[in-house]
């Protein structure tokens, strides 16, 4: 079988990271595009792309794909989704899948008319702590789910330089949204959420929800950009940056609970540049070569354009039930009500 043509759209930090990773899992990334056509034309020279251009619709008319990856700023994931499907490309689209629930539901649907495939990078789905919990759960040795709790709290320096360059629901607390769509495995009926602009910025930079769900699974989500200069490295692999993730996942049944912490003991390295507590899970690179969640997220989308297997570890319903959710938070966040979810 001939390897699957992809383009990348979005040449940042992570978007570089993307192009190593499909790249190795076997796909031709024949074309990458950014929005600043400097930025594409660099790292077409530097990975060996033949193709770059400043917009999808440019390099489309140049060269032939089976499927875009979208890793731009997330008030373009919807619109680059469409075109790409129009264009009779399967989608990767890094989280979230839009910023409305319209748009996201509209682009699904799209995406079914045209018998293509929609894959969100939820990559917490495809890290090995939380499919554990997935699989504990399905087993039924912890019995009925009662409740998730959810937390995650970021580098407050990195707050200036990206956290709100979108709200910080659709760039952290996305995360957890998923994580308990993923783990109570249904929609939302009802979320109520509360903020502190502590950091002194017009958007939140601490955000705390409660979550109902239909099935009768509640589930808290907490973020907070609060942690000092001083917390640890934890952010390691293929992509290392200064600053700390620190998170909790705490799955409460009727015969047991699970927790699961970002922030680890396990592996701790001190030095001269501080304390590094490198989590492993997200795109850890062994021999030259990128692991991971990463990895497995790749693979598996690979695997879906291919039609080698079901969209069922990620499904687009599972993406707007979250982009609802996170619509509802923000919309919480600017009324003080509790907002009701309608299907």
Not at 66 to 86: C, G, K, N, Q, Y
Not at 174 to 191: E, K, N, S, T, W
Not at 290 to 304: F, K, N, P, T
Request: hydrophobic residues 45%; contains cysteine.
């Amino acid at each position: 079988m001939s390897a699957l043509r992809v383009v990348i759209a979005g040449v940042g930090r992570f978007g570089t990271l993307h192009l190593r990773t499909w790249r190795e899992a076997g796909a031709e990334v024949v074309a990458v595009t950014d929005v600043d056509l400097e930025r594409a034309r660099s790292v077409a020279r530097e990975h060996g792309v033949g193709v770059h251009g400043r917009c999808l619709g440019e390099v489309l008319e140049v060269v032939q794909a089976d499927a875009v990856v979208i890793v731009s700023d997330e008030t373009s994931h919807s619109e680059i989704a469409d075109a790409a499907l129009s264009a009779g490309c399967h989608v990767f689209v890094e989280k979230p899948l839009a910023l409305s629930t319209e748009r996201a539901t509209a682009t699904v649907e799209f995406a079914r008319d045209q018998g293509l495939a929609v894959v969100v990078g939820q990559i917490s789905r495809f890290a090995q702590p939380y499919r554990y919990l997935r699989q504990a759960l399905d087993s039924g040795r912890l019995g009925e789910l009662w409740a998730v709790r959810l937390r995650r709290d970021f580098s407050r320096a990195w707050f200036a330089t990206f956290g709100d360059r979108v709200h910080p629901v659709w760039e952290s607390c996305i995360h957890d949204v998923d994580l308990a769509v993923y783990l109570a495995g249904g929609p939302a009926r009802r979320v109520v959420a509360q903020q502190s602009a502590a950091a002194g910025s017009a958007a939140p930079s601490v955000v705390a929800a409660l979550v109902e769900f239909d099935n009768g699974v509640s589930a808290t989500i907490e973020s907070a950009w609060s942690v000092p200069d001083c917390g640890p490295q934890t952010l390691a692999g293929a992509l290392a940056l200064d600053g700390t993730i620190a998170g909790e996942c705490e799955v409460i049944a009727e015969f047991g609970t699970l927790r699961q912490r970002l922030v680890s003991d396990a592996l701790v390295e001190w030095s001269a540049k501080g304390v590094v507590v490198p989590d492993l899970s997200l795109w850890p690179e062994v021999d030259g070569r990128i692991g991971g969640a990463l990895r497995a997220e790749v693979d598996y989308a690979l695997a879906v354009f291919a039609g080698e297997r079901d969209n069922d570890v990620m499904p687009p319903e599972h993406a707007v039930w979250g982009v609802q959710i996170a619509e509802a938070m923000v919309r919480s966040l600017e009324t003080g009500e509790v907002v009701s979810l309608s299907r």
